[in-house]
């Protein structure tokens, strides 16, 4: 059973920064491309920003330059350094993870319950 655990979630005023951590837990072998994506209030869910295995990574548009993704491969364990934020950052940051169980399988993809970020103007 894998589970991925988000912390750092909270209220910040607008400016401000916060780091959201996400921890993989379970039967791992490895861990492909891991991220995160937002849903606000009244829309879809969106990707925020993701990284590979190798340590490429996509932003969207209106997080680059605030935005900083970033892995701890030995501890399984993604990060989101999030500063200069917006009140139209406040949403339910939820964690990804493409994991592999084995040396032999392509992984399956598992997502986390979600945090609450809240950006006050």
């Known amino acids: 059973q894998v589970q991925l655990v988000e912390s750092g979630g909270g209220l910040v005023q607008a400016g401000g920064s916060l780091r959201l951590s996400c921890a993989a837990s379970?039967?791992?072998?490895?861990?492909?491309?891991v991220g995160w994506y937002r849903q606000a209030p009244g829309k879809q869910r969106e990707l925020v920003a993701l990284?590979?295995?190798?340590?490429?990574?996509n932003y969207a548009d209106s997080v680059k330059g605030r935005f900083t993704i970033s892995r701890d491969n030995a501890k399984n364990t993604v990060y989101l350094q999030m500063s200069s934020l917006e009140p139209e950052d406040t949403a339910v940051y939820y964690c990804?993870?493409?994991?592999?169980?084995?040396?032999?399988?392509?992984?399956?993809?598992?997502w986390g319950k979600g945090t609450l970020v809240t950006v006050s103007s």
């Open positions: 990284i590979t295995s190798g340590g490429s990574t």
């Open positions: 379970g039967s791992i072998f490895g861990l492909n491309a």
């Open positions: 990804y993870a493409r994991i592999r169980g084995s040396a032999w399988d392509s992984g399956m993809d598992y």
